[in-house]
């Protein structure tokens, strides 16, 4: 699994070249930057699918809800369940900067 910090997700998202893969996407963090980074990765699913979101404030995670409603995605409040998501490929890190070291090992850690 790779594990992205938000700040590096955009450029190294768009410059892939994969061999016709749908990457499964999992995002941590979905204020401004996790719910922008989602929009960009729709943008391109031939390349990803973002497949859960993690949030641990409540209007966040209905905000997504709303915004993607219909979609094959997962919600969690608590970030070492969607770390443990099955068919994840990918984890974006874009929650605040103090949090990165820990939830990034996490990511790593679930393989
Ligand atoms: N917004 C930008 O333009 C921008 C630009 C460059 C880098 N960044 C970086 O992106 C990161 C996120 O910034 P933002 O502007 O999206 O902040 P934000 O406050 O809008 O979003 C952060 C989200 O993380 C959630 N969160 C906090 N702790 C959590 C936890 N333990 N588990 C799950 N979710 C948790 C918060 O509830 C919030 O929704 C920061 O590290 C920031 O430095 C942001």
Redesign the pocket.
């Known amino acids: 699994m790779l594990s992205a910090a938000?700040?590096i997700a955009v450029p190294w998202a768009s410059g892939l070249t994969i061999d016709g893969k749908v990457y499964k996407v999992g995002i941590?963090?979905?204020?401004?930057?996790?719910s922008g980074l989602h929009r960009i990765l729709g943008e391109m699913p031939e390349k990803f699918q973002v497949v859960g979101i993690?949030?641990?404030?409540d209007f966040?995670l209905e905000d997504a809800k709303k915004a993607h409603s219909g979609k094959s995605i997962k919600y969690y409040k608590d970030?070492r369940e969607l770390v443990e998501q099955k068919d994840l490929d990918i984890v974006v890190v874009?929650?605040?900067?103090s949090?990165?070291y820990n939830h990034a090992k996490a990511a790593l850690q679930a393989g």
């Open positions: 938000s700040v941590i963090g979905y204020g401004d930057r996790g993690c949030d641990n404030l966040r970030y874009s929650t605040p900067l949090f990165h």
